[in-house]
């Protein structure tokens, strides 16, 4: 994996997931994403992460996570 900003650290699967769902509880609040479409997006974390790897999606959320992480950091 490059080598990222100073500061950057790798984050456990259940850690990004536990952040992007709240990210999308803030969605929510914002009022940029609809509660039914929340619902659908709060599985167990199991099914989730089996999504995720199924789609071969689980690196863009970690590294999503990690953009964000970095951007708080700056």
Same mark, same amino acid.
């Given at each position: 994996m490059? +080598?990222?900003p100073a500061?950057?650290?790798e984050v456990t699967v259940r850690v990004a %997931?536990?952040?992007y769902l709240d990210g999308v509880a803030r969605a929510v609040a914002g009022h940029s994403?609809? +509660?039914t479409t929340a619902a659908n997006y709060r599985r167990d974390l199991a099914?989730? %992460?089996?999504a995720?790897?199924?789609s071969n999606q689980l690196?863009?959320?970690?590294?999503e996570v990690a953009r964000n992480k970095a951007l708080a950091i700056a």
């Open positions: 490059p +080598a990222g500061g950057l650290a %997931v536990d952040r994403l609809a +509660a099914e989730f %992460v089996e995720l790897q199924s690196p863009a959320l970690v590294g």
